[in-house]
C-alpha cells in the first residue's frame, strides 16, 4: 500500500487528517483534483506558517491527484470486500 505523504523539501510529511479530509471529500463528490487544491488552499490561508508548501502549482496539483487516485482504489477495494461479506452472508442462510 502507498504510503498517504508527499515530499516537502528533504522532509517526507504526512497529509495531515484535516486536508485529507478534504480530499476524501472531493472523491466522495465527484470532483476534479483541480478543485481539490483551490479548497485545500483556501482553507490554508486561515493557517499561518503552514508547512504544506509544494515546490510549484503542478507538483501540488500532481500529488493531490495521486492521492485522489488511492481513495478512489481504496474505496473501491472496500466496496468489493463488503460486497463478498454480504454474499457469502446470503449464501450461508440458504
Sequence with gaps: MRNLSFKNSSQNLKWPSYIFQILHSSVLLNETPERAVERIDNMLLDIPNHRFIFSS???????????????KLRARASKARLKDLIDGIDRSRG
Design 57 to 71: 502549482q503542478e507538483e501540488k496539483l500532481r500529488r493531490i491527484s495521486e492521492t485522489m487516485d488511492h481513495v
